[in-house]
């Protein structure tokens, strides 16, 4: 397995599969961050992200779902794995510790 | 938007599209494209077509990214993978079946060095005369008569017609005379030695490419005192080429010539052989007839211009005598045509005075043979294949399971084939660099391995695919077709037409080899039938030689004194040589001949005791006798002149010749003055007591053959001290006029013994194979009771079978195939049942050896060792 450093913007990616959880395919992905962030995104920079996080074992996926507007082709599924969920607990808990320990005195 | 424009797709711009799946990994492309699409789709409804265009154009490529186009998920191995697979495989089972192997490679290493030796013999029959520079314009002309309803080519021309040619037709760029070799004495100082001459044009040099060493084209045979010499024989005579230009060469004792050039000896795949030339003039000032346009003699060779039609100028030529030969109600018409001149070699014959093959017969034969040859060891591969793909018909269900496709599987078995086939090729290159030197003495050529040459590694790479090809294609497209679930199972059957292929197959290189034997015992016994046969006359203990410088007219004193010497038993002397005799007229007439339909005879000059001196046979009358004084304008006829001429009690009759009128005194059996290709011609001899030319001719007893030998040369250099003594035994000069047929014999003795013995091999594999297939079977026959012999009868009868009927499709094609190659000769020995039965016999004992051997073996196993597993 490859290094489980996370980068910003594969944190990014794995959160909206975390939020889009059953139906989280690349288009679908990539719609969910550029609604919550506000900006356009690119589809193939989502993608390559997906392989990575799914190489460091933190997505898996499957095949399925095909619609017409795809012209009948699948989707790839993903789902965000156990160590997946680890990950974001731990990013999720060190950016709360790091909130935590800014003195008050950094804000007056 | 009403639901039907909402459900409406749109297709994005589709060259992006394709663009995408050039550079996509393959594993990648639908989850890909799906994305695209949808995004695509969303964005048409939302915004412009040219946005959404310009959006999908973006986002198409920013997938440029080398974890879209890595492809490590591919589930398709590479070809170089699957090559490497397939090598592994075949040399592990290369290795595990050993025997097998061998038998296989040894088989098609021996069929392919046969082929390749074939090719060798074949690229150098071809070679010959084609080394001139003006190959493709030089033309030999030759003349089509036409007499006694009859019509025949021969290749002497007239004299003159050179030198006409150039003159009236002007596409005719040069042109030369050539004579027939003469052996002459040449002397320098007090060095004699013999050497073949020929005259011929100053143009020859400038027409073949035989390069000068010294001397220029333009004089080399220039004026008529001009001799150009070979360089052997300059370093004979003078050291070096360079020592003999210029210098002066005494010629059959009676002329200076000198040497105006010399040139490199003449390579042995050259027809015009010769050790010097002369000017074709000084050949006319010796033969003043050569001058006249009514005999034939020399040989004429053109050059035509490089833009010219040959077969304009053929045209022309056709009629191009009349002219000069002036007698209007002819008797003996001419026509002449043209052939190319390298074509010759392998085109001599004449049918009905037309080009009619020759050598090329052979060629085509040996073709046969070879594509024969190979045809047999690639049966016999293919066969071993396919008997064992019950071994590895497992193999086969086990990769169709896992999802090897058929193409595949075709591939892996071809390569296997193309593996044995490059190890073979290998092994019958070495083979052919060991037996060259060998087979070169089988064929008196000088041939040699062209490892430089770029065109035959080119053949030798297209004969190892085809090959490959050929042998691996049916076990192949076999073993690949073989059904998974049932191999799996172990429920393998062969279906019975693949068994039916696989006899047909041993039927078929049965029925080639047994072709090839009765061809080999036909040729050996026209060969044999050709050496052996009564001539009419005796021609052992014959010799001949040359009568030249004194002994014409020192005749009376040589006759006088051989016949003293005490192994001699008669001299005479006769025009041409006894071997053969081959000049012809048709100046003979009788009453009751009929003017325009005249027969043409051979004519020959001979001496007293001509009959006894060759041993022929009076059928009536006497030979000539010096007690009759008239005898001297008399004849003698062979039986086939009688018959042509009709004459009841010809003794006695008169015959013309020209305008001489003489009586025939006898007539002598039919005798063989030429080669048994041609039928007996009639004959008419006279008595020729100046003048003499030809050979002197020695009747010898047997035994002490040197000594003879020896006193007669003493004789001859008493007589003849300018000229060296050259001799002829007549059955050697004989046998050598059947040189060609001699080669083909052996050559086919050893490829047909060969081809059976490559058959054979293929055939012992597949007894091995049949024995280990059925060794269950022999175990439990033998313990309820067979004998060894029966065993060995139930095992042998199957191939038995397959042989009986390859000999019953041999025989006929063999029949035909051997009557239609003897019709060449006049004289044939007969096609006899018994030939075809011992050639049978020979291939059925053959047979029956290869298989026993494996038979008895499987025969005498325990059959405990067999039965013991289950």
């Not at chain 1, 499957?62 to 993903?78: H, N, P, S, V």
């Not at chain 2, 005898?631 to 003698?636: A, E, K, M």
């Not at chain 2, 313990?783 to 499709?809: H, P, R, T």
Request: glycine content about 6%; proline content about 4%; overall charge positive.
């Amino acid at each position: 397995m490859k290094g489980t450093y996370l980068g910003e913007f594969e944190e990014v990616v794995l959160l909206a599969v975390a939020i889009r959880s059953g139906d989280a395919y690349g288009a679908a992905v990539t719609s969910e961050i550029e609604q919550q962030m506000g900006r356009s995104v690119n589809l193939g920079a989502v993608h390559s992200a997906l392989h990575r996080l799914e190489e460091k074992g933190l997505v898996n996926s499957q095949m399925g779902g095909a619609t017409a507007e795809r012209g009948g082709r699948r989707k790839r599924l993903y789902s965000v794995t156990i160590a997946g969920k680890r990950a974001l607990e731990e990013i999720h808990q060190l950016r709360n510790q790091m909130w935590e320990s800014i003195p008050k005195t950094a804000w007056s | 938007m009403n639901n039907k424009e909402k459900n409406h797709f749109h297709p994005p711009p589709r060259w992006l599209d394709w663009l995408l799946e050039r550079f996509c990994a393959p594993h990648l492309w639908e989850e890909v494209q799906g994305d695209l699409h949808e995004r695509y789709q969303l964005r048409i409804k939302r915004t412009s077509k040219a946005k959404a265009n310009w959006l999908y154009f973006r986002e198409a490529l920013s997938y440029l990214r080398p974890s879209a186009f890595k492809r490590h998920y591919s589930p398709q191995p590479s070809f170089a993978d699957m090559i490497r697979n397939y090598l592994t495989i075949a040399w592990r089972n290369l290795l595990k079946n050993k025997a097998f192997s061998s038998i296989n490679i040894a088989g098609l290493a021996l069929g392919m060095t046969c082929t390749l030796l074939i090719m060798f013999w074949i690229q150098d029959e071809y070679s010959v005369d084609a080394f001139h520079t003006h190959k493709n314009q030089l033309y030999r002309i030759y003349e089509r008569q036409f007499f006694s309803g009859k019509a025949q080519g021969v290749i002497w021309t007239q004299g003159p017609l050179a030198e006409e040619l150039k003159e009236e037709i002007p596409e005719i760029e040069m042109a030369t005379a050539f004579s027939w070799t003469n052996y002459q004495a040449f002397t320098v100082g007090n060095k004699t030695n013999k050497q073949g001459i020929n005259t011929a044009g100053p143009d020859f040099f400038k027409m073949f490419s035989f390069p000068l060493l010294q001397g220029n084209v333009e004089t080399a045979l220039k004026d008529v005192n001009n001799l150009a010499i070979s360089r052997k024989m300059a370093e004979a005579f003078f050291g070096s080429p360079e020592a003999a230009i210029g210098k002066t060469i005494r010629y059959d004792n009676r002329k200076d010539l000198i040497i105006t050039a010399v040139f490199e000896n003449i390579p042995q795949n050259s027809t015009l052989q010769f050790d010097c030339l002369r000017s074709w003039e000084a050949y006319v000032q010796d033969n003043e007839w050569a001058k006249g346009w009514d005999s034939n003699d020399p040989l004429t060779f053109f050059m035509l211009r490089v833009d010219a039609d040959p077969a304009k100028v053929e045209a022309k030529l056709k009629h191009f005598t009349d002219k000069y030969i002036p007698d209007p109600n002819k008797t003996f018409r001419t026509e002449l045509g043209i052939q190319p001149f390298h074509e010759y070699y392998l085109n001599s014959n004449f049918e009905n005075a037309q080009v009619a093959g020759g050598r090329i017969k052979y060629i085509h034969l040996f073709t046969i043979v070879a594509v024969f040859i190979l045809l047999i060891a690639c049966i016999n591969f293919m066969n071993l294949a396919t008997a064992r793909s019950a071994k590895r018909a497992k193999e086969v269900g086990v990769r169709k399971a896992i999802g090897a496709i058929r193409s595949a599987l075709t591939g892996q078995f071809l390569s296997e084939a193309m593996l044995l086939t490059i190890l073979a090729v290998g092994l019958s290159l070495l083979l052919v660099f060991v037996l060259l030197p060998f087979f070169n003495s089988l064929t008196d050529k000088h041939m040699t391995i062209p490892v430089t040459n770029i065109s035959f590694w080119g053949i030798v790479a297209g004969m190892t695919f085809i090959t490959g090809l050929l042998a691996g294609s049916y076990p192949a497209f076999f073993l690949s077709s073989l059904n998974p679930v049932n191999v799996l199972k172990g429920t393998l059957k062969f279906t019975s037409g693949s068994l039916w292929f696989r006899k047909g197959l041993v039927v078929f290189q049965f029925a080639l080899s047994t072709i090839l034997i009765i061809g080999m015992i036909i040729i050996y016994r026209q060969i044999e039938y050709v050496q052996t046969k009564n001539l009419g006359y005796s021609r052992e203990n014959l010799i001949y030689f040359p009568l030249e410088g004194n002994l014409d007219k020192g005749y009376g004193i040589l006759k006088e004194q051989l016949s003293q010497i005490s192994g001699v038993k008669q001299v005479s002397h006769i025009t041409e040589s006894p071997a053969s005799l081959n000049w012809g007229t048709d100046g003979i007439s009788w009453p009751g001949s009929d003017p325009t339909n005249r027969v043409r005879f051979t004519p020959v000059g001979v001496g007293y005791d001509f009959v006894e001196t060759m041993n022929l046979k009076m059928k009536e009358g006497r030979d000539f006798s010096k007690k009759f004084a008239t005898d001297s304008t008399g004849f003698l006829i062979n039986e086939s002149a009688l018959k042509a001429i009709g004459y009841k009690n010809p003794v006695g009759k008169f015959l013309n010749w020209g305008n001489h009128q003489g009586k025939i005194i006898g007539v002598i059996k039919d005798f063989h003055f030429q080669s048994l290709h041609t039928p007996i011609r009639p004959l008419i001899a006279y008595l020729r007591n100046q003048h003499r030319e030809g050979s002197i001719m020695v009747r010898i007893e047997t035994g002490n053959t040197q000594r003879t030998l020896s006193e007669i040369e003493t004789v001859c250099k008493k007589l003849n001290p300018e000229y060296p003594f050259t001799y002829y035994f007549t059955d050697q000069e004989y046998a050598r006029q059947y040189h060609s047929e001699q080669v083909i014999s052996r050559l086919s003795n050893y490829f047909a013994g060969l081809a059976i013995f490559i058959a054979c091999l293929g055939l012992f594999g597949l007894g091995s194979f049949s024995a280990e297939q059925r060794a269950k079977e022999i175990g439990i026959r033998k313990i309820v009771g067979a004998s060894v012999g029966q065993i060995v009868l139930l095992f042998s009868a199957d191939f038995l079978k397959l042989i009986v009927v390859a000999m019953l499709i041999a025989v006929p094609v063999a029949w035909y195939a051997v009557n239609e190659w003897l019709q060449g000769f006049a004289y044939r020995t007969e096609i006899s049942w018994w030939i075809f039965v011992l050639a049978g016999i020979v291939t059925l004992v053959i047979t029956i050896l290869t298989i026993s051997f494996q038979s008895i073996k499987a025969a005498l196993q325990n059959p405990v060792k067999s039965l013991r597993t289950e």
